[in-house]
């Protein structure tokens, strides 16, 4: 008998599928606690370490340069592990991982060596997570209901963007910065608790009687399937610039610096404005799908790529005051764009790949997508040291438009009208 539930009752509602709503409710508590985390981590660099723009920008990198080292034979192992076990022991990893940072505040042990390490282990360790999410969900839901899973799962992603920052720059200002680390921590556990209660299954997986083959042989299958395909291709492509000088990347290694620094912001004067802006993300998700049914699903993701990036001009135009709102308004923009370009890319990727093959194809897929994350976080921090940090926004911000031109000039993206499922 199949494992999975009847179809159409997956399309009736996704909020009475048990095993997602789990899924759903563990990414949205992991989420929130790690945006609380990404506002709190470059704070405490600079008002606990007196860190310098370089010193915040190798944070940044730290954290994602895992994605480039270890992504590929992740995902060999993804393909090869239970991938539900690995969402709960990678949980558990980090929890323990991020705990001796607020610990070592405690023993007056903590510096930025140690904040480097620690983002090392916490980016492996999230490596193997996200690939094994991805990989994992449409072993949970119906290939006609990805689309939708992936959008609630955005609106996860958008919820914790919302409220992660402003929580974390309120915490921020009544609590001693390292100790805010602790809310991440008590996150990653109840994501482990809530993912162990999922009882599906991957219905299709490597047969335990056949022969192991090499790693780099499986790793080379995932790679050709990837950048031999021409979609997949130009998603890679499009992702890797957008990620290289966006969120995540260059932008991150300059943003806080530039928040607390040139307008002045103190931490939750910046967390709420954060807060403001990341309403965007939970916009974006909520209209996805009137926007392809009304442009079709190519131009959708061309023109929420660009949106992706390019109000980085209006960060750089922002002045002290008032004028800083603009980075409360260019950052939903940001995430709007992120938010949509996310649901539809990741869908369309796990639609067409064979589920053998999801694990080798998200890892090859973050291999070259948030590889240049940690090369965008360094370059930024050193550049904005060197030439400032208001010019190098300018810079990205002058960048914007190129980051659609792989899915421009790709023809099966740009004329592409529905999704998964015939589904616009």
């Known amino acids: 008998m199949d494992s999975k539930a009847t179809p159409t009752a997956h399309r009736r509602s996704l909020w009475r599928h048990r095993d997602f709503t789990l899924l759903w409710a563990a990414q949205t508590v992991s989420q929130i606690g790690s945006q609380i985390t990404f506002f709190a981590i470059p704070v405490i660099a600079l008002t606990v370490l007196d860190a310098s ?3 915040v920008g190798l944070l940044a990198a730290a954290e994602t340069l895992p994605f480039l080292l270890v992504s590929l034979p992740a995902g060999v192992w993804v393909d090869r592990w239970d991938r539900r076990r690995i969402l709960i022991f990678t949980d ?8 001796t940072l607020p610990l070592a505040y405690l023993f007056d042990l903590l510096s930025i060596g140690l904040m480097l390490v620690v983002g090392l282990l916490v980016g492996v360790q999230t490596v193997f997570f996200d690939i094994a999410d991805q990989a ?3 072993s949970v839901v119906e290939t006609e209901d990805i689309p939708a899973g992936n959008t609630r799962l955005e609106v996860s992603r958008s919820i914790a963007y919302l409220g992660g920052p402003g929580l974390g720059g309120l915490l921020v200002q009544v609590l001693i910065a390292p100790l805010v680390l602790l809310f991440n921590v008590a996150g990653y556990l109840v994501s482990a608790v809530l993912v162990s ?3 599906r299954r991957p219905a299709a997986g490597p047969d335990p009687a056949a022969p192991r083959r090499r790693m780099v042989t499986e790793i080379g299958e995932g790679l050709r399937f990837v950048f031999g395909n021409r979609t997949l291709r130009a998603i890679a492509l499009c992702t890797a610039l957008m990620n290289l000088i966006g969120l995540g990347g260059a932008l991150t290694a300059l943003l806080v610096v530039f928040a607390l620094g040139d307008l002045g912001l103190t931490p939750g004067a910046l967390g709420l404005i954060l807060t403001l802006g990341n309403a965007g993300a939970l916009l974006g998700a909520m209209v996805n799908a009137r926007v392809v ?5 190519g131009p959708t993701l061309v023109g929420a790529a ?3 990036v390019l109000p980085i001009l209006l960060i750089a135009s922002a002045g002290a005051g008032a004028g800083s709102l603009l980075v409360s308004v260019a950052i939903g923009l940001m995430l709007a764009g992120i938010s949509v370009y996310n649901i539809n890319q990741i869908s369309l990727r796990q639609a067409i790949t064979p589920t053998e093959l999801q694990g080798r194809m998200n890892a090859s897929m973050r291999f070259a997508v948030w590889g240049t994350l940690p090369l965008g976080a360094a370059v930024g921090g050193v550049l904005g040291d060197v030439f400032g940090v208001r010019p190098m926004l300018w810079v990205l911000g002058s960048l914007a438009a190129l980051v659609c031109l792989p899915l421009l000039l790709t023809r099966e993206i740009r004329t592409l009208r529905t999704g998964p499922g015939g589904k616009g």
């Open 306 to 308: 660009v949106l992706a």
């Open 293 to 297: 049914r009304t442009l079709g699903l």
């Open 197 to 199: 209660m999922i009882t």
């Open 53 to 55: 723009t370089t010193q």
């Open 136 to 138: 994992f969900l449409p």
């Open 92 to 99: 558990v990893g980090r929890m323990v991982v991020l705990a």
